[in-house]
């Protein structure tokens, strides 16, 4: 039987299908990389052993990835590796960390992702609109997908938000971390 003090299972399970749903997503995404490695070494072997270069991997690369970029990023929420002042950090206790970052959250966090995304999701529907074209390359992409990674990012990071609020109502609680993240240094 659970303590009184402690949370519904619900708490638990949508904190576990959500921090599930940002793992697979972001792993998902590092498979770009797959795709960015073998398409750049594509160019490479066409540009100086055959002298054939191709019209569309430069272009193909950037918008893969500035789109992995930004679909990782609620990857990086979960696994704890955005930037994070540890200097005054590690002097708070567990609870008052818990404290700030869900007041940053809700103050800064969502705040800053819904005018990202109602901003973002206009320019995907005016390029969809205006069927806007790359002029980088004669390839000339369609730039609505490319195009739609921030509003989708924007909404993902959203999501896993909602995961490390709740994570930071149970270290308020009961003063520790949920789960603990180690340190990611890039």
């Known amino acids: 039987m659970r303590p009184a003090l402690d949370f519904p299972p619900l708490f638990y399970a949508t904190i576990r299908r959500i921090d599930a749903f940002t793992d697979a997503f972001g792993k998902l995404v590092s498979l770009a990389m797959l795709w960015l490695v073998v398409t750049i070494c594509y160019e490479c072997i066409g540009r100086y052993a055959f002298n054939a270069p191709t019209i569309w991997?430069?272009?193909?690369s950037y918008m893969v990835n500035g789109s992995a970029f930004m679909l990782g990023c609620a990857y990086a929420l979960h696994k704890g590796a955005h930037v994070r002042t540890d200097i005054f950090w590690d002097r708070y206790s567990?609870?008052?960390?818990?404290?700030?970052?869900?007041?940053?959250?809700?103050?800064?966090f969502y705040p800053t992702l819904v005018v990202l995304f109602a901003i973002s999701i206009d320019d995907v529907l005016y390029s969809y609109g205006i069927g806007e074209r790359s002029q980088m390359?004669?390839?000339?992409a369609i730039m609505w997908p490319f195009r739609a990674?921030?509003?989708?990012?924007?909404?993902?990071?959203?999501?896993?938000?909602?995961?490390?609020?709740?994570?930071?109502?149970?270290?308020?609680?009961?003063?520790?971390?949920f789960e603990h993240r180690e340190k990611l240094e890039v």
């Not at 700030?100 to 959250?105: A, E």
């Open 149 to 177: 990674a921030v509003p989708a990012a924007a909404v993902l990071l959203m999501v896993q938000g909602v995961s490390e609020c709740l994570k930071c109502g149970y270290q308020i609680r009961f003063g520790r971390e």
């Open 137 to 140: 390359s004669h390839w000339r």
């Open 57 to 60: 991997v430069m272009e193909a």
């Open 94 to 108: 567990e609870r008052t960390k818990g404290w700030i970052d869900l007041v940053s959250y809700l103050l800064l």
